[in-house]
């Protein structure tokens, strides 16, 4: 499985960005895809995430409202629109696979396959 991450900037508080994932490898039916992002100092935290199959979406309540995931299943690419961004949210962002074909959880742990991170700076 591969999961390459692309869409990172510097972006004004209160603009947008919307960064996309795209993945290859395998059929990812029945498993979830997520973002998560990681200040420096701070741990890996959970954002968003969504099953591949039916689309069941799940926010991080510091996102809610402002962030929307989706995937084109089509193009096995997933997306994270970012709106109303704030400076709290700069971070390294991250895409990532489930390990397993029911939703098990946020925790990073319950997610196997991880792309490279791309870097979002919202600047105040």
């Known amino acids: 499985v591969q999961l390459q991450a692309s869409g990172g900037g510097l972006v004004q508080a209160g603009g947008s960005l919307r960064l996309s994932c795209a993945a290859s490898g395998r059929t990812f039916s029945g498993y979830s895809m997520g973002w998560f992002r990681q200040a420096p100092g701070k741990e890996r935290e959970f954002v968003t995430a969504?099953?591949?199959?039916?689309?069941?979406?799940y926010y991080a309540d510091s996102v809610k409202g402002r962030f929307t995931i989706s995937r084109d299943s089509t193009k096995n690419t997933m997306y994270l629109q970012m709106d109303s961004l704030k400076p709290e949210d700069t971070a390294v962002y991250f895409c990532?696979?489930?390990?397993?074909?029911?939703?098990?959880?946020?925790?990073?742990?319950?997610?196997?396959?991880w792309g490279q991170g791309t870097q979002v700076t919202v600047s105040s």
């Open positions: 969504i099953r591949w199959s039916g689309g069941t979406t």
């Open positions: 990532a696979l489930s390990k397993r074909t029911y939703w098990s959880g946020r925790s990073p742990t319950e997610f196997g396959f």
